[in-house]
């Protein structure tokens, strides 16, 4: 049996498939935290289904992106680089 491990979804690239991607590890009983960098969560992703799916996993998206500090907590240069570092594996999408 695999050990639950702390993950952080870096979704840099492609805001749903970090989604996605970070509700299915909680599948396996991992630790999941996901931070949403580059460009503001557009309305249409942030009403989707893996937005839902999100909430089911109890994911509580972070980000690195100042427009978005209104709706999710924000994180500054030495707070990203200390969930990196915590991180026992690191997604980047």
Known sequence: MEQQKSVLVLARR????????????????????????????TEEIGTSDQAELLEL????????????SAVLPLLDSGQLAA????????VNL
């Open 14 to 41: 492609d805001h749903l498939e970090a989604m996605r991607v970070a509700a299915g590890l909680t599948i396996f009983g991992h630790q999941v935290r996901l931070i949403f960098m580059s460009q503001p969560v």
């Open 57 to 68: 996993s109890g994911i509580e998206p972070e980000t690195t992106v100042a427009e978005m």
């Open 83 to 90: 969930a990196i570092t915590e991180a026992q594996q690191v």
